[in-house]
């Protein structure tokens, strides 16, 4: 089973960025600017092309919904062709109390599997000092089905809910060793492998009053070890991490709060395990992370709960955004910060690159040893029916578009993700901007 340095992932987190700034217009802008998603409708699913290395393309598959002024964005990146890569992103565009408009999004960055060894339940890990307690990242490589399940609206006790998801099947993985110098991130790796037999990812969308809720389910399948296995690898025992990045862009003046407490992931402050977090515009809070709840060992159906954290900077290696691999994440840089004021009515001073990210979390399961598990964490935002006053700006042709879903979104993800190996090459673009004011 060769090792790849998969830049399909490149690929789909370029488009992400380009689609997340695009929901930050006046509809009307990016109604002309997308012809293939029907950004006027009340909700949609389908695929669109994305263009790709030598005249390639590839597929992003997603799900749409436009309702009170709020919109919903899903993107799944696969392949009709070839085995699919694994990856998605979700996010939110609307306008907050405080005038603003906003955009959240959410993007898996990593499973990362750890020996918990102070019982704390989450990961611990600080680069600078030289501790961690990661023992692998597992790498989703390449999935042998991708079946997709277009948007339902359905009406629960009078209240519209729109739900819809996606499942990878028997999903090539590589256990990348932490312990290891250079484990993927540029340097040697010592690699092992596994099979894992799923990855569902299912949503419910629905709005009450100024409140939108936004429902997950995580259903990850048995993670078993194939040849070839590095001697003394194994599952048993072991803890699993699902680390993420918010990407959130605002027109005023914004920060995030875990625990009731003020966090930033860039001033390296220790970890910190909360219940609930909140993003604030000009101190009103527009978007909470409500997650104090259980995961279900699915073999057996025993329920733990869940641990979160909110995850400094130095809890990733510090060549983590260094080497070869990063060349794209600059490229990316580039070009989002050059064609933001066209393509969003933002100022190139925002910044859209998740390695500077106020908010870093994990989403941590204790008890695991590879089992199969379900978790259904919640997203909350609160908007406002008043539109806040955005220029509108002329529309630029399909094809600048098509450029921006090619290369606009390395930058969520690019550092873990670039651990995999492709035989195709991301092609670099302008000059970086001056990045501003985003999580």
């Given at each position: 089973m060769p090792l790849r340095r998969s830049r399909i992932f490149v690929v789909v987190l370029l488009a992400l960025v380009a689609f997340s700034t695009v929901f930050l217009q006046a509809p009307g802008l990016a109604k002309a600017q997308s012809s293939s998603i029907p950004l006027s409708q009340e909700y949609a699913s389908g695929d669109i092309q994305v263009p790709y290395y030598a005249g390639g393309t590839l597929l992003l598959w997603y799900s749409w919904i436009n309702i009170n002024g709020t919109h919903v964005i899903f993107l799944a990146l696969h392949s009709n062709q070839a085995d699919s890569p694994v990856f998605?992103?979700?996010?939110?565009?609307?306008?907050?109390?405080?005038?603003?408009?906003?955009?959240?999004?959410?993007?898996?960055?990593?499973?990362?599997?750890?020996?918990?060894?102070?019982?704390?339940?989450?990961?611990?890990?600080?680069?600078?000092?030289?501790?961690?307690?990661?023992?692998?990242?597992?790498?989703?490589?390449?999935?042998?089905?991708?079946?997709?399940?277009?948007?339902?609206?359905?009406?629960?006790?009078?209240?519209?809910?729109?739900?819809?998801g996606i499942?990878?099947?028997?999903?090539?993985?590589?256990?990348?060793?932490?312990?290891?110098?250079?484990?993927g991130y540029g340097g040697g790796m010592s690699a092992s492998y596994a099979m894992i037999d799923h990855v569902s990812m299912f949503y419910d969308y629905s709005v009450s009053g100024n409140t939108t809720f936004l429902k997950t389910s995580y259903q990850i399948g048995n993670v078993t070890l194939i040849p070839p296995t590095n001697p003394g690898v194994t599952l048993q025992g072991l803890s699993l991490s699902l680390l993420h990045a918010t990407l959130t862009v605002a027109s005023k003046q914004l920060k995030v709060e875990a625990g009731n407490a003020p966090y930033n992931s860039q001033t390296n402050q220790p970890a910190s395990s909360f219940n609930t977090a909140q993003v604030k515009v000009d101190d009103i809070v527009t978007y909470e992370f409500r997650f104090k709840d259980n995961y279900t060992l699915t073999n057996t159906l025993a329920t733990y709960p869940a641990v979160y954290v909110a995850s400094p900077i130095d809890s990733l290696p510090p060549n983590a955004f260094q080497g070869q691999y990063f060349t794209p994440l600059i490229s990316a840089e580039q070009y989002v910060g050059g064609q933001l004021p066209d393509i969003a009515g933002l100022p190139s001073s925002s910044n859209l690159d998740y390695s500077t990210t106020q908010f870093l979390y994990r989403i941590s399961y204790p008890v695991w040893s590879g089992q199969a598990l379900q978790h259904d964490p919640t997203y909350v935002a609160h908007f406002s029916a008043t539109a806040p006053n955005i220029p509108k700006i002329p529309g630029l042709p399909t094809g600048v578009l098509l450029v921006a879903v090619a290369t606009g979104s390395l930058a969520l993800v690019v550092a873990i993700m670039g651990l995999t190996r492709s035989r195709k090459r991301v092609q670099p673009t302008s000059e970086p901007q001056d990045l501003g004011q985003t999580m």
């Open positions: 998605s992103f979700v996010g939110q565009a609307y306008n907050t109390s405080s005038g603003s408009r906003a955009f959240v999004g959410n993007a898996l960055l990593a499973m990362e599997v750890y020996n918990d060894t102070n019982n704390n339940g989450y990961l611990d890990a600080n680069y600078t000092s030289g501790t961690t307690e990661l023992r692998y990242t597992l790498i989703m490589n390449a999935s042998q089905t991708f079946t997709p399940y277009p948007v339902n609206k359905t009406l629960i006790n009078g209240t519209p809910h729109y739900g819809w499942t990878y099947g028997s999903i090539q993985a590589i256990l990348i060793n932490a312990t290891q110098p250079g484990y």
